[in-house]
């Protein structure tokens, strides 16, 4: 296998990190990705049994045409006149669009939010892309045909529409099952790397050798077989299945071996900017070819590594071998180019919390993550994020109203500077929260500041808040100890 670039595992927004591989001059030969959909669903772990609260949905409803998304796309339609590559009947088309969904309906915006959050990182991609390299972008129906109308533009050449047709898909009595999802292959060049002869599929009975006979070609090798069709039959993964890592957008790993078989050449290196619980990489490992996988959520990258953990198979293990790297910024003066939402987000992320977009500045709560009470109860610890110079005893009694309005446990607030003795003193009177923890000698019981404080500093060098297990973290726990959730 040819060295390129080592394996990695990137924990970040991959806008930033295909900034940084296009830069290091690194080129894929296949770029998969399955990237959020345009709906309210949930795409972080699900925890069986319940699922999360609506309130918990409403802050994952990633979509909304918050001021930051208002900004992040006038940003945008003014660099894309800058981009060579892109025609520019395309960049007037994008403008129109903008204009249009812009001034519709709050759907409208939220459509206008994901668009324009998947044109932005499909223009990188397009420059990441090796020579033969392709690209294929796997979505839902109700997506496919807008990004249909955005990879024409941005790419050019059209592949195939591939069908992934799960038949075990559940079945109401008002329409027909939803049963398929939509992987769109596209290309920069017309000349593309396509292996057709590790994919062939049989000739159905008795084809074969009316095609011999007619040809005329008596004594020649039997044909080896078909180019398959653009439709996959595969079932999707079920509760049960033994593959299944508690994610719910997990894809089958025989789907993702298929794709890497046929359009990642032998020494190539296949990329998933959105790799989810790692389904891209592990077909990449079992058919040892070269990748770096790309994923926002810590929660995520722990699943990959425990994943790419488990292939213990001995033939495999040069291809586990990788780095994982956290991304920018890493240093406070690489942290204060970021606008003030772009830190809010990036700290929120950094200690494994899911951001709010909302954004309102008025709620007080820039981000949130479930914890454990003990049993099957769960709380909520919440967090607030204070930039630039604001500091003072006022901010925890805020936090601490905050908290009893949205009946949270515990509370973390985040400075860029120092916090005064004051403020401690104020963080450490809101109490104590204790957890009890069932271990095999007994119960164990552990305490937690209800309110703490860490500084952006100490969350560039790594520092978390502690609290009790996270949902996340209880699956994985319950993973290693066998009992499935
Ligand atoms: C649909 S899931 C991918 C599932 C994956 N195909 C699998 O089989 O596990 C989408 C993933 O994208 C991640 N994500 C969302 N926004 C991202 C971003 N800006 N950069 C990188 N990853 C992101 C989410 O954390 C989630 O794990």
């Avoid at 796309?73 to 395309?90: H, Y």
């Avoid at 007619?214 to 069709?229: C, E, F, L, N, Y």
Wanted: glycine share 8%; net charge positive.
């Amino acid at each position: 296998m040819k060295s390129l670039p080592p394996n990695r595992i990137y924990r970040g927004d991959c806008k930033l990190i295909l900034k940084d591989l296009i830069q290091e001059g690194i080129k894929a030969d296949l770029i998969y990705l399955d990237p959020p959909f345009n709906s309210n669903r949930v795409y972080n772990m699900i925890f069986n049994g319940g699922g999360l609260s609506a309130q918990q949905k409403a802050f994952h409803d990633m979509w909304n045409f918050t001021e930051r998304a208002r900004q992040l796309t006038f940003e945008f339609t003014k660099t894309i006149d800058q981009l060579n590559d892109i025609p520019t009947s395309f960049k007037e088309f994008i403008k129109a669009w903008v204009k249009i969904l812009e001034a519709g309906s709050t759907e409208d915006r939220k459509l206008l939010n994901y668009l324009m959050y998947m044109t932005e990182r499909l223009v990188l991609m397009k420059r990441f892309l090796a020579p033969r390299g392709t690209i294929m972008l796997h979505c839902d129906p109700t997506a496919s045909h807008y990004i249909k109308v955005i990879m024409d533009g941005i790419f050019g050449n059209f592949i195939n529409e591939i069908i992934w047709y799960y038949p075990n898909a559940s079945r109401g009595k008002k329409m027909l099952a939803k049963s398929h999802d939509v992987i769109l292959w596209y290309s920069n060049d017309k000349i593309f790397n396509f292996n057709r002869d590790d994919i062939l599929v049989p000739y159905e009975s008795g084809m074969t050798e009316w095609r011999y006979t007619k040809g005329g070609q008596a004594g020649k090798d039997m044909p080896k077989g078909k180019t398959p069709d653009d439709i996959i039959k595969i079932p999707s993964i079920n509760p049960m299945s033994k593959e299944r890592r508690g994610y719910e957008t997990q894809k089958p790993q025989e789907l993702l071996e298929f794709l890497v078989k046929m359009a990642c050449p032998n020494n190539g290196l296949v990329v998933d900017p959105f790799c989810g619980c790692g389904t891209t990489i592990a077909a990449a490992i079992v058919l040892k070819r070269n990748w770096i996988g790309v994923d926002i959520s810590g929660d995520a990258v722990n699943e990959i590594c425990d994943r790419i953990g488990e292939m213990k198979d001995i033939h495999l293990r040069d291809n586990c071998k990788f780095n994982v790297i956290e991304s920018n910024p890493e240093t406070k003066r690489e942290y204060n180019r970021l606008n003030p939402f772009e830190k809010q987000d990036w700290l929120i992320r950094k200690i494994n919390g899911f951001p709010n977009p909302r954004k309102s500045g008025d709620s007080g709560v820039d981000g949130e993550k479930t914890i454990h009470l003990g049993g099957d109860q769960w709380g909520k610890m919440i967090f607030s994020v204070k930039t630039g110079k604001q500091s003072s005893p006022v901010l925890i009694r805020e936090l601490r109203g905050t908290m009893a309005q949205e009946k949270a446990e515990m509370g973390g607030l985040i400075l860029d500077v120092e916090p005064s003795k004051e403020m401690e003193e104020k963080a450490r009177a809101a109490g104590i929260l204790n957890y009890k923890l069932k271990t095999s000698s007994g119960i164990a019981e552990q305490s937690f500041e209800r309110i703490q404080i860490l500084t952006s500093q100490e969350i560039i060098d790594g520092k978390y808040f502690i609290h009790p297990p996270t949902l996340a973290q209880k699956k994985q726990e319950q993973r290693h100890s066998g009992n499935l959730l």
